[in-house]
């Protein structure tokens, strides 16, 4: 939690995942989230308010953030390790579907913008590898 980019990215999954409880939870009791990285500060005075089914993925996602063996981190969904359990993993899917496009609204403008930049230019590496492979096995003759 000393790293800036954990911190980032943490309060990033944290204020999603807030979008996504006030979109799907409202009826629930909904707090302001009491977990490892709010008690050490990371989200300032914007603590995101969340139901406890909520919280409970929250400080999954922030663990798994915090333990993250890659330096760059790569998108999660784009990474090898798959560090997450399948429904953990499924529930951010779920979540970071709702609440990606209405964080434009919310004040998650530039990480949203640099979340599409970063895609970009994963798929056009892969596109770019994919080619790579393809002209290698044309010369090989094994195509
Ligand atoms: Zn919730």
């Known amino acids: 939690m000393a790293d800036r980019h954990v911190r980032d990215d943490t309060r990033v999954v944290a204020g999603l995942a807030a979008i996504y409880c006030s979109g799907f939870h409202r009826e629930r009791v909904r707090a302001a989230l009491s977990s490892e990285a709010a008690g050490l500060g990371v989200y300032g005075r914007r603590v995101p308010i969340l139901c406890d089914e909520c919280a409970g993925h929250i400080r999954y996602a922030e663990k798994r953030r915090a333990f993250c063996p890659k330096d760059p981190k790569p998108f999660c969904a784009h990474c090898d390790v798959r560090?997450?359990?399948?429904?953990?993993?499924?529930?951010q899917r779920q979540m970071m579907r709702y609440a990606g496009?209405?964080?434009?609204?919310?004040?998650?403008?530039?990480?949203?913008?640099?979340?599409?930049?970063?895609?970009?230019?994963?798929?056009?590496?892969?596109?770019?590898?994919?080619?790579?492979?393809?002209?290698?096995?044309?010369?090989?003759?094994?195509?």
């Open 83 to 91: 560090c997450y359990q399948t429904d953990e993993a499924e529930w």
């Open 101 to 143: 496009p209405r964080s434009m609204l919310r004040g998650y403008a530039v990480p949203a913008i640099k979340h599409a930049l970063e895609a970009r230019r994963w798929r056009r590496q892969m596109a770019g590898k994919n080619t790579a492979a393809v002209a290698a096995r044309e010369r090989n003759g094994t195509n």
